[in-house]
């Protein structure tokens, strides 16, 4: 199985400030179309995942441009630009280039 | 608008099968993958298959012949049943759905609320 690590496992942040997670996968997540399929999902406190980024930089609908996804072959970073409180949570990163498709082990953003 | 809403048993006992129904609304499960994660204390977020839009399905080997993901298009519900449930099958259970974009898809775009399952006897 692919395995994705996240870094750095915690982070702390105060509202304004920009932040990166990094997310590197075991094997290439390009796939044989040569797109690459590398997620990016926000886990708010008590709610379900939902949608950030797809397949490396592509905003999902409705989310803020803050948000930025950048990467290739098996190393990605998630930014995000002036933090605000909503941004508060868990963010995994997920593969779905291999089955079985997997996620990363979480980056909790917390307020400093 | 799109809404996934998972209903499941909540307490099962050890070696009992895990039955979970996942109901949604404002699109067709004909036209869609449907996917099911949990999220367990030990393992964090795991997916544990799909179904395709065409009805066939692929499952995460990590649950070999446990796990059955089935359909029923005109109930608008797509089924998870599990057997021989362990205490580590204790988590939350979600069901998810793709979305289409013109440069490609978001494979776990919509999210139901979860179904919290303890495994206890």
């Known amino acids: 199985d692919v395995v994705m690590t996240q870094t750095p496992p915690s982070l702390s942040v105060a509202i304004g400030q920009s932040v990166s997670i990094s997310c590197k996968s075991s094997?290439?997540?390009?796939?044989?179309?040569?797109?690459?399929?590398l997620h990016w999902l926000l886990q708010s406190p008590g709610r379900s995942p939902k949608r950030l980024i797809y397949?490396?930089?592509n905003l999902g609908s409705g989310v803020p441009d803050r948000f930025s996804g950048t990467g290739s072959q098996k190393d990605f970073t998630l930014k995000i630009s002036r933090v605000e409180a909503e941004d508060l949570g868990v963010y995994y990163c997920?593969?779905?280039?291999?089955?079985?498709?997997?996620f990363g082990a979480g980056t909790k953003l917390e307020l400093k | 608008q799109v809404q996934l809403k998972e209903t499941g048993p909540g307490l099962v006992q050890p070696t009992q099968t895990l039955s979970i129904t996942c109901t949604v609304s404002?699109?067709?499960?004909?036209?869609?993958?449907m996917q099911w994660v949990r999220q367990t204390p030990g393992k964090g977020l795991e997916w544990m298959g799909f179904?395709?839009?065409?009805?066939?399905?692929e499952y995460n080997s990590e649950f070999k012949s446990r796990l059955s993901i089935s359909r029923d298009t005109s109930k608008n519900q797509v089924f998870l049943k599990m057997n021989s449930l362990k205490t580590e099958d204790t988590g939350v259970y979600y069901c998810?759905?793709?979305?289409?974009?013109?440069?490609?898809?978001?494979?776990?775009?919509?999210w139901g609320q979860g179904v919290m399952v303890t495994v206890s006897s």
């Open positions: 397949q490396v930089s």
């Open positions: 997920a593969q779905t280039t291999h089955f079985p498709y997997t």
């Open positions: 998810a759905r793709v979305s289409y974009y013109y440069d490609g898809y978001l494979p776990f775009d919509y």
């Open positions: 094997q290439s997540l390009v796939y044989s179309d040569g797109k690459t399929y």
């Open positions: 404002g699109f067709s499960l004909t036209s869609y993958y």
């Open positions: 179904i395709r839009s065409g009805g066939s399905t």
